[in-house]
C-alpha cells in the first residue's frame, strides 16, 4: 500500500514540478533536470499543440500546476485596438484556465516595434503572491493564481525604441523593472503586496542611445540581495531592497538584451550590445588595489539577443549567427566552437545532460556540450519561434509564433 501510494505521488509530481518560474527558470540559470525524448535524431510530434491568440514572445513560466504566458491581442488587422492579456493553462494538457486582459491601448498610441519583437515580449514571473505580469511602458500587473488583478500600475516612460523586452524580476519582496526608453533611464522598484513605488534608481550613464532591453540578474535571494543590471553604457551592482548602488562600470554599447548571468561566486558575464558586441567578465567584489572591474572580455561571436549558458563548468556563448562557443568562465579561454544551422534569438537551456536550442525558424537542435559538441537531435518546427523554451517536471515547451507546444520528457 505505502509504495502504490507513493508511485501515485511521483506520477503527480512528475506533472506539475519541479518548476519554472520566471524567464531561464529557477534562480535565472536555465537548468533543469529530465531527459528529452529522442527518436532516430529527431523529436517526436509534441504530445499537445494549442493555438495561441494574438503576438507575444515572453517565454512560458510554469509553478504549481499553472502555465502561463502573455499575448497581445489585436481588434482587427490592421488593429484598431489592443488587449494586453495574460494567459494561464493546464501544463499537462494545454487546456485553456483563464484568460485575462489587463490592459487595452489604441494603435495609434502604441510606439512601432522592431520586426524581431511583439508587444508583449517580457516574460511574466510566477511569485508566492501571484503572477507579476508586465507589458514594458504600457505597464506592470499582479494577477491571483484564477487570473484576478490584484493591483495594476500604467508604465513608466513613454518613448520605449522597437518596443519592451526586459523580464520582471522579483526580489525582496521587491518587483524590478527596467525602464530604459528615451524619457526614462531606470531600474524602477514596486513593492510587490502593494505595487506601490518602493524606489528608482537612475541610470546617470548619458548615453547617446539610451535604450536596452536586459532582465535583471539577482545574485542571492536574500533579503539583503545584491542584482545586476545592465543597459546602456553600463552596468550597475544594485541592493535590491534598498536601491542603493554599490558599484558601476561603464563600457560602450546600447540596445542591450542578453541578461546578466554570475559564472562563479566572484565573477558575471554580459553583453555590450550593439553596435558590435562584447562579451564582459566583470568581478562582482571589492576591488583590491589596482585590480580591474573587467576580468576579461569576448570580442568575436559574442551574442545581441541569447543570454549565455553554464553547463557543467562551462560558458556556452551562442551568438545570433549560430556560433556557439564553449569557454572556460574564469579566464574566458576557447575550449571548442560549432555553427548551428539558424539565427538565433532564444536562449539555450540545458534538461539534465542535453542543450537545447531554438533557432528563428523553429530548428531544435539538441546536443550534449562536454570536451566537444555531439549533436543527438534536430527537429523542424516549421513556424518562427523567438521565445526561450521552459522545462517543468516532465514537461518541454516551446513557443511559437501562432502556438505552444508540450512534450512529455523521459
Not at 506533472?15 to 529557477?26: I, K, M, N
Not at 536555465?30 to 509534441?46: E, K, R, S, Y
Not at 524606489?199 to 545586476?228: G, M
Not at 537542435?365 to 521565445?387: C, I, P, Q, Y
Request: aromatic share 6%; net charge positive; glycine share 10%.
Amino acid at each position: 500500500m505505502g509504495l502504490s501510494l507513493l508511485s501515485v505521488l511521483l506520477s503527480i509530481a512528475g506533472l506539475v514540478g519541479p518548476d519554472w518560474p520566471e524567464f531561464r527558470g529557477a534562480n535565472a540559470k536555465g537548468v533543469a533536470p529530465g531527459l528529452i525524448p529522442i527518436q532516430d535524431g529527431n523529436l517526436p510530434p509534441p504530445a499537445w499543440t494549442v493555438p495561441l491568440p494574438g503576438q507575444g514572445w515572453s517565454s512560458p513560466v510554469v509553478r504549481d500546476g499553472l502555465l502561463v504566458l502573455t499575448a497581445a491581442i489585436p481588434d482587427a488587422e490592421p488593429a484598431k485596438n489592443w488587449k494586453f492579456a495574460v494567459l494561464a493553462f493546464d501544463p499537462a494538457t494545454g487546456e485553456e484556465r483563464f484568460r485575462t486582459v489587463v490592459f487595452e491601448r489604441p494603435a495609434d498610441g502604441l510606439p512601432k516595434i522592431h520586426a524581431k519583437n511583439s508587444h508583449a515580449s517580457p516574460t511574466p514571473v510566477l511569485t508566492d503572491r501571484g503572477i507579476v505580469a508586465h507589458f514594458g511602458h504600457v505597464g506592470t500587473a499582479l494577477l491571483d493564481s484564477g487570473g484576478k488583478v490584484i493591483w495594476k500600475r500604467d508604465g513608466f516612460y513613454s518613448k520605449p525604441v522597437h518596443g519592451g523586452g526586459a523580464s520582471p524580476v522579483v526580489v525582496a519582496g521587491k518587483v524590478l523593472l527596467p525602464c530604459d526608453g528615451l524619457d526614462l533611464q531606470a531600474l524602477v522598484a514596486l513593492d510587490l503586496e502593494t505595487g506601490k513605488d518602493s524606489w528608482r534608481l537612475d541610470r546617470n550613464a548619458k548615453p547617446s542611445r539610451p535604450f536596452s532591453f536586459a532582465t535583471v540578474c539577482p545574485l542571492d535571494q536574500k533579503q539583503d540581495a545584491r542584482v545586476l543590471t545592465a543597459a546602456s553604457d553600463v552596468v550597475q551592482l544594485v541592493q535590491a531592497n534598498t536601491g542603493k548602488e554599490i558599484w558601476r562600470m561603464p563600457y560602450s554599447g546600447y540596445s542591450v538584451v542578453p541578461r546578466p548571468m554570475a559564472v562563479t561566486d566572484s565573477l558575471a558575464v554580459l553583453s555590450t550590445g550593439y553596435d558590435k558586441p562584447r562579451l564582459l567578465c566583470v568581478r562582482l567584489g571589492d576591488l583590491q588595489p589596482g585590480q580591474e572591474r573587467l576580468a576579461w572580455s569576448m570580442e568575436k561571436n559574442a551574442p545581441l539577443t541569447p543570454t549565455p549558458l553554464l553547463v557543467d563548468g562551462k560558458l556556452l556563448v551562442l551568438a545570433d549567427n549560430g556560433v556557439l562557443s564553449a569557454l572556460k568562465p574564469a579566464s574566458g579561454e576557447q575550449l571548442w566552437q560549432e555553427r548551428l544551422q539558424g539565427a538565433y534569438s532564444a536562449s539555450p537551456i540545458q534538461v539534465g545532460g542535453q542543450v537545447l536550442t531554438v533557432s528563428e525558424t523553429g530548428r531544435v537542435t539538441v546536443f550534449s556540450a562536454g570536451e566537444k559538441f555531439g549533436k543527438m537531435a534536430a527537429h523542424d518546427l516549421n513556424e518562427r519561434s523567438l521565445s526561450t523554451p521552459a522545462v517543468a517536471g516532465s514537461w518541454l515547451y516551446v513557443r511559437t509564433e501562432k502556438g505552444l507546444r508540450g512534450w512529455k520528457l523521459r
